[in-house]
Each structure stands twice: as structure tokens, then as C-alpha cells.
């Protein structure tokens, strides 16, 4: 597990190029939330490897596209966010993983209610013990918004 850092701008172009391929949130935009971690805006950003290769990455953000969207949002925080793992490594358990290690994370740090949103995932999440909240469209999609008590 890495915790990306400022300096890791070759790393940080890397997730940059993923999150445009998956969900086409521009490079720029990625890029300036990651340069500075952390900020208002992201906690923490990590990383998973196999010997040598990234293969998945995730952080805990206080904003997400959704929360620009949906105002409402805006007063839950922080969002297990942008949680993603390559393709050729998925279904191996990895996703999972680094979001054990994020919820981790947020205990460490004090915190005890996060939160999600997914189109894809949704039974992912409820085995590891999400809720629902409410269902929203969002980029041309059914999501749904979850939460999560860690204390519990």
C-alpha cells in the first residue's frame, strides 16, 4: 500500500489517464485534486501494488461530481471515492482490499460514517456492510448512495 504524495506526479498522471478512460473526468481536474494531498478536498489518496505494478487506487474525498450535482450531499463526508482497479486485475479481490484499507484509514483519523455512491458495485458494498441511502441518476446512470458506520 502507498499513500500518494505531492511528488508522485508520474503516478498521480497515471490514476489521472485511468479516471478519464473509466469515467471521463479530465486529467487536469485529477491532477489538481491529487498535487497536493492532503487538501479541502481530499483526504487521502492510495494506492495498491503487486510487486512493481499499481493496480488499484481510492481515496477518502469530501467532494465528489456527484456533490457538485446534488447540493444536498455536500453536508456528507467524506466519500470513499473514485475507488478503482485495472482491468486485468479485477474480481481478485483487490477493490476490496484497498477499501478496507481506506475505511481503516478513517478510523485511524477519527472518523466513523463514510460514504459512496456506485452504478456497478452496488452488492459489493452491501456485503461489506453499506446501506442504502437513496438511488439518484447521475451520468446517464442509476447510482446509488450508500453509507457506512465503521464504529459499529
Do not use: C
Not at 494506492?47 to 469530501?62: E, F, P, Q, S
Not at 467532494?63 to 479485477?90: E, H, V
Not at 460514504?115 to 461489506?128: G, H
Amino acid at each position: 500500500m502507498h499513500q500518494v504524495k505531492a511528488s508522485d506526479t508520474k503516478l498521480i498522471e497515471r490514476l489521472a489517464t485511468w479516471y478519464f478512460e473509466e469515467w471521463g473526468i479530465q486529467k487536469e481536474r485529477t491532477i489538481a485534486r491529487l498535487a497536493n494531498i492532503p487538501n479541502h478536498d481530499v483526504l487521502v489518496q492510495l494506492v495498491l501494488k503487486v510487486g512493481n505494478r499499481i493496480v488499484a487506487t481510492g481515496g477518502l474525498h469530501h467532494n465528489t461530481g456527484l456533490t457538485l450535482i446534488f447540493p444536498k450531499y455536500k453536508a456528507l463526508s467524506p466519500w470513499i471515492a473514485q475507488l478503482y482497479t485495472d482491468k486485468p486485475y479485477r474480481g481478485k479481490g483487490y477493490g476490496s482490499l484497498l477499501l478496507k484499507m481506506l475505511e481503516e484509514f478513517a478510523l485511524k483519523s477519527g472518523i466513523s460514517q463514510v460514504y459512496l455512491f456506485t452504478s456497478t458495485a452496488e452488492k459489493i458494498y452491501k456485503k461489506r456492510g453499506y446501506k442504502q441511502i437513496e438511488r439518484v441518476k447521475y451520468r446517464n446512470a442509476e447510482n446509488v448512495v450508500m453509507e457506512k458506520n465503521l464504529s459499529k
